[in-house]
């Protein structure tokens, strides 16, 4: 059996880490009140934008109307995988990792040259580490999050489609569902997916357009596509502190669990190291008494 200083030097221990995961739940709790309230915000102007987008790619002809719509042969592929700059929120990163390489395993990726477009710190240094072609560095854009930091990699992205570096472009990222959920989505970003109905058939919406439908859509697919790409980030943000929130809530749980343990077995070693002394104390008594 542990010693008492021992013990109450780990119930010290243990009560301040469990001071800093309550700190820290307390803080990703009131960051995460901020970005739920962005996303929730941005989600149906997205949806709506994203919906047009799709009919009215899928209903051009003209010359220069599909420049991100174009079909080519797969060839190379740019995934840009949303993770966090820190870590403590559990399974969050780690589920992004593992959706990449569902994505890099699944059939249509077979042969083809993969590079990686890191968002966040943990995805950087990652995939730093493997043999992926890394592009860009935006590890740090979460520490001002804004859309003109996020609209430079989608920038990238999209130049890099029309120039024919890449001939597909995917988005791996942590979608938010609320604090204690938050699901993996592999989205295609590029080249733009044609809307379907519910029969699988494409779906048409006749637009009136002013001034003019080219202009109209050569303005539109472009600012669509960051939107797209910025939605996700905050998604990701989103979902961040919904994980950290509640990996500190269970690590603050366990902390008084472990804490309850602890005293339990302090008060034990205590009682044991009391009855000894009265033992001692006790059989020395009736020593002397006997001598006497």
């Known amino acids: 059996m542990a010693n008492l ?41 997205s949806e709506k934008l994203s919906t047009i987008l799709s009919n009215v790619s899928s209903g051009s002809t003209e010359e220069g109307m599909d420049t991100y719509a174009v079909e080519r042969e797969v060839k190379n592929v740019l995934i840009v995988p949303v993770t966090s700059d ?59 999050l804004s859309f003109d930091r996020v609209r430079e990699a989608a920038e990238y992205a999209m130049d890099a489609f029309v120039e024919g570096k890449y001939d597909k472009v995917f988005l791996v990222y942590n979608e938010f569902k609320n604090v204690a959920t938050q699901i993996v ?34 303005d539109l697919i472009p600012k669509s596509l960051k939107i797209q790409f910025y939605k996700s980030v905050l998604e990701s943000n989103a979902s961040e502190h919904g994980a950290r929130m509640t990996a500190m809530g269970q690590a603050t749980d366990n902390a008084g669990e472990l804490l309850k343990e602890l005293k339990l077995t302090y008060n034990r070693t205590r009682q044991a190291a009391i009855t000894k002394e ?15």
């Open 185 to 218: 989505r592999t989205e295609q970003l590029l080249p733009v997916v044609a809307s379907e109905s519910e029969g699988g058939s494409t779906t048409n919406t006749d637009y009136i357009y002013e001034p003019d439908k080219e202009f109209i859509v050569q």
């Open 5 to 45: 200083k021992e013990v109450k030097e780990r119930i010290k221990s243990v009560s301040s880490t469990q001071q800093i995961t309550k700190a820290m739940k307390m803080v990703a709790a009131a960051k995460l009140r901020r970005a739920q309230d962005r996303i929730v915000q941005l989600r149906p102007y």
């Open 278 to 292: 009265i033992l001692e104390i006790v059989g020395g008594a009736e020593a002397l008494a006997a001598d006497s």
């Open 86 to 144: 820190r870590g403590l929120c559990g399974a969050f990163n780690s589920n992004i990792f593992k959706g990449v390489r569902q994505l890099l395993n699944s059939d249509e990726m077979s042969g083809v040259e993969v590079s990686v477009l890191p968002i966040g710190k943990k995805a950087h240094d990652f995939y730093k580490k493997t043999n992926f072609t890394h592009i860009g560095d935006y590890s740090t854009i979460f520490g001002d």
